[in-house]
């Protein structure tokens, strides 16, 4: 039986008496599949699974962007309850962040590129509400999505620095049929930009098969996946890296696993996708 809490101390309670190991799946809500593959994984690794539904203000620049933010808090407790959830903590902000609230959990280097670069302050937000998660569910295990893959590092990094026992474990990016990753701010795409949108898939499965045909030329995958992109007139790029997988630098010659990654924007929307090559 699902059951639902709203503060801190039901969290606490209820899971006192939790059978272990406790998996934790931090969500912002708006669940879809790639947020039920990672409650799959969580169900299967552990004897109670708790999912956070919580749109962190803190790791939004812009207030518009979290205004828009789509929410649906019964959608999300019915995909819950179909995939077997046993606990869901869905506070409010005040719960999360106290009167008064005043401590930032801010992580070094692996924040600073990329996401970091393009959205100022957004992993310090990240880092300080998933560091109370941590700390309120004490889980063994926290399952987070491959298509954030410098959360993961950045996640990983706080984690083990924090000391905090909890494992972040990494799923791969379920996408759609077309290969667009699923996520939350697809909801915003006009029907044109959903159907330009599938070209950061294709731009990065260039850039994979440019790389196994044997090029090591970190700046051509870059242009390749420009390319693939400039192809498509509703996409804007933001950024294209290819990146050392453990710090995020930019490489300049591919000689072990690299992060492709990008940031686009259709019009309003802002998306990201990524692949690792090994
Ligand atoms: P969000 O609700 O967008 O903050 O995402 C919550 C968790 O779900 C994060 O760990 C995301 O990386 C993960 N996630 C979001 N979209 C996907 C996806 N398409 N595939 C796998 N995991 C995802």
Redesign the pocket.
């Known amino acids: 039986m699902l059951r639902i809490v709203r503060t801190r101390a039901e969290l606490r309670e209820a899971l006192a008496t939790a059978p272990r190991p406790v998996g934790l ?6 669940l ?1 599949d ?2 039920r ?2 409650i799959h994984r969580a169900r299967t690794e552990n004897a109670t699974t708790v999912v956070s539904i919580f749109v962190n203000p803190r790791q939004f620049g812009d207030p518009a962007d979290l205004e828009k933010y789509p929410r649906s808090e019964a959608r999300d407790i019915a995909l819950c309850t179909e995939e077997g959830v046993d606990l869901v903590f869905a506070p409010s902000v005040e719960e999360v962040y106290p009167p008064g609230f005043d401590t930032m959990v801010k992580v070094g280097a692996v924040a600073e590129p990329l996401e970091g670069a393009a959205r100022p302050g957004h992993f310090d937000g990240v880092a300080t509400v998933v560091a109370i998660l941590f700390d309120l569910v004490g889980a063994e295990h926290a ?6 893959a410098q ?1 993961l590092l950045v996640i990983r990094r706080m984690a083990l620095d924090l000391a905090l026992p909890t494992e972040a474990i990494a ?5 759609e049929a077309d290969g667009l ?4 701010r697809n909801v915003h795409l006009s029907p044109a930009e959903r159907a330009a949108a599938p070209v950061l898939a294709r731009a990065l499965r260039a850039a994979r098969a440019l790389h196994a045909d044997g090029e090591r030329s970190a700046e051509a995958l870059r242009s390749e996946m420009r390319r693939i992109l400039a192809e498509e007139p509703l996409a804007s790029p933001e950024y294209v890296s290819v990146a050392d997988t453990g710090t995020l630098r930019e490489l300049d010659a591919v000689t072990g696993p690299a992060l492709l990654s990008m940031a686009v924007h259709f019009g309003p929307t802002r998306l990201i996708d990524n692949e690792i090559i090994e």
């Open positions: 799946v931090p969500t912002m809500g708006w879809h790639g947020h593959a990672l399952y987070f999505g491959q298509k954030d959360q799923h791969p990016t379920v996408r990753a699923m996520s939350s």
